[in-house]
């Protein structure tokens, strides 16, 4: 049989096929379709498609993150819409404030995601590819007819395999993996392709890291990007207080790629990615002393337990610039928990931090913190085009949750060691 990927291997399971190869049109099972409250569309396409009832309310999750707390009547109505919907479906994976938070990293923490999975959503689902899953975004309509059906065709996509050397040095994060893989590769370098990261360095490379390199294959046009199992994966079920996964694809080592690119992690420096795109990417160094107005961490990107631990570090016994406004969004409800029972959340309130419920809010523009015009933000989010995160004349700069720390306090671009001094 022909050396399969490990993608191609997820989709010739679900397909019942005993292979598949690039290019190929395949109907496969969907083994979870996951919507926000910005997914009305999903549920309008679902209506007119005639269809009564969803396949298996038990395969789908509607996790409320955009628009929470709601921001005014007209996305309040749009809350109540979708819980109407999930009432009459008896869909019951339904996580709204305060038990929810955002839906990249919900259904996971609440043991909805396993390795050989597909999973189908936005843009950023392609994060829970960090637990051998196939997970990728697809269009409101194939959500409608994946709740309807359970299936959806898909063509395989080629593989990009991310080879990752050497271990990181202090400070550097998932981020700036992530950057350093969008600086090498481009905006449009990875367009419908697998992003399969493996190497040496995965052995020193955590879960909430390899969470972060997977959300960031999309800014690079991936159909997903994809870690295999591990000792970490196993790790991560057993820290959730999950079942560990029992079986689980592995692709073959010498299956074929469309192209194969390494990154010399241990001589990689900090990175930042400036306006107006991810891939617009400088070692911190060359963009240091940057005033900023504004900074952000956390969110789907770089929102979990350790990316928190990571900010309180800096911010520990320290005050925020006061001519910065920086704002800590924990990723999920159970994140925030246990932040606040570490005493992270009262280190940042002792700093002069303001920590938001968990919300794609200030990521996506939408509320809790946009930006002015002539603000200037540096961010643990995932975009930074015009725009993105508030007034077209703002700008936005990218780097990892201890980078936007010590900025915040230092009031301009800066390296976390001397902040932490």
Same mark, same amino acid.
């Not at 109407?84 to 008896?90: H, K, V």
């Not at 700036?176 to 590769?185: F, S, Y």
């Not at 074929?256 to 617009?280: C, H, K, T």
């Given at each position: ?253 010498? $299956?074929? !790629? @469309?192209? =194969? ?10 990175? &930042? *990615? #400036? ?126 949750? $201890?980078? !936007? @720390?010590? =900025? ?10 001397? &902040? *932490? #001094?």
């Amino acid at each position: 049989m022909k050396p399969m990927t490990l993608v191609e291997k997820i989709l010739a399971r679900r397909s019942d096929l005993m292979c598949v190869e690039p290019g190929q049109y395949v109907e496969a099972e969907v083994d979870l379709v996951m919507l926000s409250d910005v997914a009305v569309r999903s549920i309008q396409a679902f209506q007119e498609l005639g269809a009564k009832k969803v396949y298996d309310p038990g395969r789908i999750a509607i996790v409320f993150d955009h628009n929470v707390p709601a921001r005014d009547v007209k996305t309040a109505e749009v809350l109540h819409l979708i819980k109407e919907f999930a009432q009459s479906q008896g869909i019951t994976h339904v996580f709204e404030q305060p038990w929810g938070g955002i839906q990249h990293l919900v259904p996971a923490e609440n043991g909805l995601i396993y390795p050989g999975m597909i999973v189908v959503d936005g843009s950023h689902t392609c994060t829970d590819g960090a637990l051998a899953t196939l997970a990728t975004g697809v269009s409101a309509e194939d959500r409608a007819v994946a709740m309807a059906t359970g299936r959806l065709w898909f063509r395989v996509p080629e593989t990009l395999r991310i080879v990752l050397r050497g271990r990181p040095g202090p400070y550097i994060s998932g981020m700036d993996l992530g950057l350093a893989m969008l600086c090498r590769i481009g905006a449009k370098g990875a367009t419908y392709r697998a992003v399969e990261i493996t190497g040496e360095s995965l052995e020193y490379i955590p879960m909430h890291a390899r969470f972060t390199l997977c959300n960031l294959t999309m800014e690079a046009g991936a159909k997903t990007g994809i870690v295999e199992v591990d000792d970490k994966t196993m790790r991560f079920y057993e820290e959730m207080g999950l079942p560990a996964p029992k079986e689980y694809p592995k692709g073959d080592p010498d $299956a074929d !790629v @469309a192209r =194969s690119l390494e990154i010399d992690v241990e001589g990689l420096e900090l990175q &930042v *990615a #400036a306006p107006y795109s991810p891939d617009n990417v400088f070692d911190l160094k060359d963009v240091r002393g940057l005033p900023i107005t504004h900074a952000f961490i956390g969110y789907c990107v770089n929102g979990r337990l350790a990316d928190l631990a990571q900010a309180a570090e800096i911010l520990e016994n320290q005050k925020v610039n006061h001519g910065v406004n920086l704002t800590v969004t924990p990723g999920s409800q159970k994140v925030y928990s246990e932040a606040v029972r570490r005493g992270y959340i009262q280190i940042f309130v002792d700093a002069g931090v303001i920590v938001a419920p968990p919300t794609c809010g200030a990521c996506a523009g939408i509320h809790m913190g946009v930006l002015g015009p002539g603000d200037v933000a540096i961010s643990t989010t995932n975009r930074n085009f015009h725009g993105r995160m508030g007034h077209s004349d703002s700008r936005v700069y990218l780097a990892n949750p $201890a980078v !936007v @720390a010590a =900025s915040a306090v230092a009031g301009e671009i800066t390296i976390p060691s001397e &902040v *932490a #001094a």
